[in-house]
Nanobody, 120 residues
């Protein structure tokens, strides 16, 4: 199983970024997927759920702080998940991780993360 994030960058506040999570090694279309972020100085256990999308892409959820600014999506044919981020704020700074949600007894997986830095 591999989850590979890309698209992180340093941007000014108000800017936009598109993150991608390319996957392999499992049936992507069967799994709910999520984006988490780890803010500077926070521990791994303090990673924050940013957005989640069901396997069929029909249902999404967001943390309140990103509602209206971020959009999660997926392309099951390409085995890839996306996070469109706009109106970025300095508090959006952190490492963004792709996460395969649990399903039954299957283990969960994390990507290696991609850095997003928003300066004021």
């Amino acid at each position: 199983v591999q989850l590979v994030e890309s698209g992180g960058d340093s941007v000014q506040a108000g800017g936009s970024l598109r993150l991608s999570c390319a996957t392999s090694g499992f049936r992507f279309s069967l799994f709910t997927m999520s984006w988490y972020r780890q803010a500077p100085g926070k521990r791994v256990v303090e990673r924050e759920l940013v957005a989640r999308i069901t396997s069929d892409g029909l249902s999404t959820e967001y943390v309140d702080s990103v509602k209206g600014r971020f959009t999660i999506s997926r392309d099951n044919a390409k085995r890839t998940m996306y996070l469109e981020m706009s109106s970025l704020k300095p508090e959006d700074t952190g490492v963004y991780y792709c996460y395969r949600d649990p399903m039954g007894p299957t283990p969960t997986y994390w990507g290696q993360g991609t850095q997003v830095t928003v300066s004021s």
